[in-house]
């Protein structure tokens, strides 16, 4: 069963930082897209930030250029998604998903992860 299960999301003060995790398991996800994606109140999916996993070019929304980045963890079959210098607007429900092919669009994500909750207050 391919699972992917994000965590570390939480309350966090204007200019603060959290690190989520989204552990994969169940598919070989080395050469997939892995893409964070955030739904705010009555909106889609917004891509934020992602890359294959193993390494290659990060592609990153406006929104996230220069404050998040993105890592993976072979070991545990993991990947991060840091965010530093955090802003009111970040706040949302942040996924996890993967992709077999290079795109920022949402429906063309195979797997989901459930979504973890990001809140920053000003």
């Known amino acids: 069963q391919v699972q992917l299960v994000e965590s570390g999301g939480g309350l966090v003060q204007a200019g603060g930082s959290l690190r989520l995790s989204c552990a994969a398991s169940?598919?070989?996800?080395?050469?997939?897209?892995m893409g964070w994606f955030r739904q705010g109140p009555g909106t889609g999916r917004e891509f934020v930030v992602g890359?294959?996993?193993?390494?290659?070019?990060?592609y990153s929304a406006d929104s996230a250029k220069g404050r998040f980045t993105v890592s993976e963890d072979n070991a545990t079959n993991t990947v991060y998604l840091q965010m530093n210098r955090l802003k009111p607007e970040d706040t949302g429900v942040y996924y996890c998903a993967a992709s077999p092919r290079l795109t920022f669009n949402a429906l063309e994500y195979k797997y989901w992860g459930q979504g973890t909750q990001v809140t920053v207050s000003s």
């Open positions: 890359r294959m996993w193993g390494g290659g070019t990060t």
């Open positions: 169940g598919h070989s996800f080395y050469t997939y897209t």
